[in-house]
């Protein structure tokens, strides 16, 4: 799969090398050149720097022939917004966004995150993840 992801931090980082070790072709893109210079010296993938909320860098990652993208900056709202762009310029079929407001993933407003409104297929929260993982293991047999 072409997989683009926005944002070069921690888990930017590591979401794009388990996926380039699954040989997906990806392109990383991030406005630090600090955070893009390591990727490239340690990771087999593209790396772009510049602020993916622009269409012409989206381009420059080749967005129109991507089959996935993954915005996981430090800001919710980036994140959406580079959903959206994909989703309106570039058609990318699958958007995937880490959003951790808690504001934002309030259930009663969930019919936000839609293709009419705001097309992100996959929202992932950190806080939420963590809470879940752990009732899943005190849940488990003799946890406690």
């Not at 070790?21 to 991030?30: A, G, K, M, Y």
């Not at 990727?39 to 991507?66: F, M």
């Not at 309030?106 to 409104?117: D, I, W």
């Amino acid at each position: 799969m072409n997989i683009i992801i926005c944002g070069a931090g921690r888990v930017g980082y590591t979401i794009a090398k388990l996926l380039s070790e699954q040989n997906h072709s990806i392109t990383v893109i991030d406005q630090s050149s600090e955070d893009i210079q390591k990727i490239n010296e340690s990771l087999d993938v593209r790396a772009i720097v510049g602020k993916a909320t622009y269409p012409s860098v989206l381009e420059k990652a080749n967005a129109s022939e991507a089959d996935m993208i993954i915005a996981v900056t430090k800001n919710d709202e980036i994140n959406m917004l580079i959903c959206q762009i994909a989703f309106s310029i570039f058609k990318i079929q699958k958007k995937i966004a880490r959003i951790r407001s808690s504001d934002y993933l309030n259930p009663r407003f969930s019919k936000v995150y839609n293709k009419e409104n705001l097309p992100i297929d996959v929202i992932i929260s950190p806080e939420i993840e963590i809470a879940k993982s752990i009732q899943r293991k005190l849940e488990a047999p003799g946890a406690l």
